[in-house]
């Protein structure tokens, strides 16, 4: 009774946004009678429950949004179902624009690019949460480019919002946990001199679930016209500062999902789950 649903959309928002990455977004939350009601972030800026879990849930590629609600709330089934002692959890489902576009290049290039506006957008979100959040970030493929992107962004990079817009850094919540499985990231972004490199200050834990068998992973290379990048979901980090590795946890789940980009069978994985639970659920 004391967990929490909610969706925050940014299907309906322009490439744009203006100097304002909080303008066109809308959210909804579950009622107890099952109906989704319209909400604000204010509501999200506060939490009566301090113990409460507060994870958001990033889709990937090719997700509509009736999608992306139901993929959401299996992520929340998969989190709840067996800890029944756990502190409650409120999961924000992030949903945005991803949907099929023709031609299978045009269309990861596409998502490629609006991942990074995404980013920017998410960062504003998460800006605004209490210090005191425990907050964990779950993101599939594409989505945990919006993560990795959200947190560099936090850190003072500047990361896929308009050009003359003002960096969104700010302070994030006092314990950070991120679990990206098959990051559809370019490899070298995380390391210390990437792209995304400033979102270490603000990961507490990173857990990366990556398989060497993912077809679609394979293809990274890709999004790119020049150089050929490999995905961070299919290679993991290599060398780190210490200070970094050893709040880095990789696993290579390629013998437990296969030759696939299914995020379901990823789901089936022992690995995968018990890396969803035990970062959600860890203490700070």
Excluded at 47 to 56: A, G, K, L, M
Excluded at 166 to 182: C, F, N
Excluded at 186 to 207: Q, Y
Aim: aromatic share 8%; with cysteine; hydrophobic share 40%.
């Amino acid at each position: 009774p004391e967990d929490e649903l909610w969706v925050i959309s940014t299907r309906q928002a322009s490439w744009s946004g203006g100097d304002d990455p909080l303008r066109e977004l809308v959210v909804t939350q579950r009622q107890v009678t099952g109906a989704w009601q319209p909400a604000s972030l204010a509501e999200l800026e506060s939490d009566p429950i301090p113990e409460r879990r507060t994870v958001f849930y990033v889709h990937g590629n090719r997700v509509p949004s009736h999608d992306a609600l139901y993929r959401g709330l299996r992520i929340y089934r998969l989190l709840t179902c067996e800890q029944h002692q756990a502190p409650p959890v409120r999961l924000i489902i992030w949903s945005w624009p991803s949907d099929k576009m023709r031609g299978q290049i045009r269309d990861v290039r596409a998502k490629a690019a609006r991942s990074d506006h995404e980013a920017w957008r998410l960062a504003a979100v998460l800006a605004r949460l209490p210090a005191e959040t425990h907050l964990t970030l779950i993101g599939y493929s594409f989505g945990s480019r919006i993560i990795t992107g959200a947190l560099a962004n936090l850190g003072g990079a500047h990361v896929g919002g308009p050009c003359d817009a003002e960096r969104t850094v700010g302070i994030p919540p006092s314990s950070t946990h991120v679990v990206l499985i098959a990051a559809a990231v370019n490899e070298s972004w995380l390391s210390p001199w990437g792209w995304h490199s400033l979102a270490w200050r603000s990961i507490d834990k990173l857990v990366l679930l990556n398989n060497s068998r993912d077809p679609i992973l394979r293809l990274y290379h890709l999004l790119e016209r020049r150089g050929r990048p490999r995905a961070l979901g299919s290679t993991g980090l290599g060398c780190l500062p210490e200070d970094r590795a050893e709040r880095l946890t990789q696993s290579n789940v390629a013998s437990e999902v296969g030759k696939t980009h299914d995020e379901a069978i990823y789901l089936q994985s022992p690995t995968v789950r018990y890396a969803l639970t035990s970062e959600t659920f860890s203490n700070p």
